[in-house]
């Protein structure tokens, strides 16, 4: 079985970008892989957040992991900041790490314009942190979105630069890309993300969930009920074809081209589905959150196996490096 590594960050929401983009794929591929995934605790300081509330965000986020199929008894869930040779790491690949390499990452572009009040190292470094994830557990695959293939090719680099000064620890970790094209949000274009204020959260409840499907985009040349609709451009249909049975995708495809079908109605009936999926999600989450004890329990042994690979993998490096006495 390969080894697969992949992470997300606790930025305050599960959204079904999120879902339909990577928590999904990391659920169907458990079974035939030795899965390992993390929330990233170390990623998320590298933006402004408050203290007090990321203990909140970090339980959560993995509860609902465990809410959407993650399973503690095929996958292993941890928490990036309880093993800390996750950043031991990252220092010494900072050491290999050539700095145009890092300045050519068009994430680190974005997320600097996106804040410029708080362009801090961290962001700028943030990749080498990602990689050393990988790599502490010589992980040969990583299940991501196509936004992240920079990261990893980055990461490749990163492992042929020590392997050649140093000699061979690390694999070179492949990308796993998701079937799921980017998910967009409430706009229609942008991908969905909380930070824009365009996203879905997975355990919305139905009276949100449809308010906020209510006020999304759809084919932005479809002005009056009367005009027929292009489904290929709209987002709300994109969405009908993750939830909706394939003989209401075509129905409505049909229908809207023709005008028979109105946003109002299409987006009532992604509504129901929509419902329908995420009913049995929310409700298990919101068992998880009543019993924080199970959670913990599966963080805890999640933080037993990968601090016991770590140590392993680190003593390795350090022989090679000669930091040993
Ligand atoms: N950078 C990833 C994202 O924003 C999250 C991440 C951190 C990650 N470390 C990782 C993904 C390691 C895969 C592997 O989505």
Known sequence: MSRVFSGIQPSGELHIGNYLGAIRNWVNIQDEHQCIYCVV?????????????????????AAGLLACGVDPEKATLFVQSDVPQHTELAWIFNTVTPMGELSRQTQFKSKSEQNLNNINVGLFTYPVLQAADILLYRASHVPVGEDQEQHLELSREIARK????????????????????????LDGKAKMSKSLGNSIAVDETEKRLRKKLASAFTDPNR??????????????????????????????????????????????????????HFAPIRERWAELRADPTQVHEVLN???????????DTMQRVHRKMGLVR
């Open 162 to 185: 020590f392997n050649a000064r140093y000699g061979k620890v690390f694999p070179e970790a492949r990308t796993m890309f998701t079937s799921t094209p980017r998910i967009r949000g």
């Open 223 to 276: 002005v009056t009920r009367t005009d027929p609709g292009d489904p290929k451009v709209c987002n709300i249909f994109t969405l009908h074809g993750f939830f909706s049975p394939s003989e209401t995708v075509q129905e409505i495809d049909g229908a809207c081209r023709k005008a028979e079908i109105g946003c109002v109605d299409c987006k009532k009936k992604l509504g129901d589905a929509m419902v329908g």
């Open 41 to 61: 605790d170390y990623h998320a300081i590298t933006a402004e957040y408050r203290p007090k509330e990321m203990p909140t965000r970090i339980f959560d986020l």
């Open 301 to 311: 042994t999640g933080r037993d196996r990968c601090q016991a690979i770590a140590a």
